[in-house]
């Protein structure tokens, strides 16, 4: 069964660099797989930016005809059996795995989330984003409105199978055995959500943050 969106939804999805991602990926050289990352533009940047020598993708979109330059591609149902280990056969273990905004339209994210681990080199990195559904976007219209509408992208895209709360989704990373470095959180916009949490003091961010960027090391 294919549990992924379709080549013309995940193209327009991912075709473009995450920039509220990259201040987070480490400088550390090496090879670095973006699991999920479309045409690869966010990969590609972190190879000119100097983060890492070599780059690559794996993802339902087929990249043969991207205009992005990568250094290896691969085409396939991310949660088919045998994919991570065969590029990891074929490429070596990585210092660096992107799973950005993936892993939520996955059936299984927690056994993928395990054999990403499993992909890195000692020291390595995984870098995981995944939308917050305590957000007030996704809250209010339930709670005021009795309303959960699914939309073509964000909190409620209608491609997630899974949703995370900020303890969730660091559960979520810390089952593979890696070590939490960071959690850092990507407030929803807008002055009216900077004044509510200043006023709060910090209390209530959790339903104002939009999503959660965790870094995790494989220690070794």
Request: net charge negative.
């Amino acid at each position: 069964m294919n549990t992924m969106p379709t080549d013309e939804f995940r193209t327009a999805y991912h075709d473009h660099v995450r920039n509220d991602v990259v201040p987070h990926v480490p400088k550390c050289g090496g090879k670095l797989l973006d699991f999920g990352g479309g045409i690869g533009a966010t990969a590609a940047h972190l190879r000119a930016a100097g983060n890492v020598k070599t780059v690559g993708v794996a993802d339902l979109v087929d990249n043969t005809a991207s205009p992005t330059d990568l250094d290896f591609s691969y085409q396939a149902n991310l949660e088919e059996e045998g994919l991570i280990q065969q590029i990891v056969a074929e490429q070596g273990k990585f210092q660096v795995i992107l799973a950005l905004d993936i892993l939520e339209h996955l059936l299984d994210p927690w056994t993928t989330a395990r054999r990403l681990a499993d992909a890195l080199d000692d020291g390595g990195y995984l870098v995981v984003s995944l939308p917050n559904i305590r957000n007030y976007k996704a809250l209010a219209p339930l709670l005021l409105r009795n309303r959960w509408d699914y939309q073509d992208a964000g909190i409620l895209d209608r491609t997630h199978l899974r949703f995370f709360v900020e303890s969730t989704a660091r559960d979520l990373v810390q089952q593979t055995g890696l070590s939490i470095q960071k959690v850092a959180p990507s407030p929803s916009g807008g002055r009216k959500v900077a004044l509510f949490r200043s006023l709060t003091l910090g209390l209530l961010n959790s339903f104002t943050d939009r999503q959660y960027v965790i870094v995790a090391q494989k220690q070794g």
